[in-house]
């Protein structure tokens, strides 16, 4: 059985945004690797079946509190990832 945590594609999607938000962190491929994992972890994870996953990434996306929880997680990340950059 596999299982999906739709929120990383809502992380994913909202990291574009706050990248153009917020152009004053870097985004290179590795601190926005650091970012998205270190959001994630900080956000509870949802899991659903794969299939099932999908169509609720689709809802999660189109929820402001989702997506406003994952702007938080992914500031908080990116506060944490600038002053310790690894790139
Ligand atoms: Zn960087």
Redesign the pocket.
Known sequence: MKFKNYMEDVVVEVYQEFTKRYPKY???????TDTIALALTNLRGKYASSLEGEVLAKVARDDPQVRTDALVALMIAAEI?ASN???
């Open positions: 870097c985004s290179c491929n590795r601190c926005k990832v950059p690894k790139h």
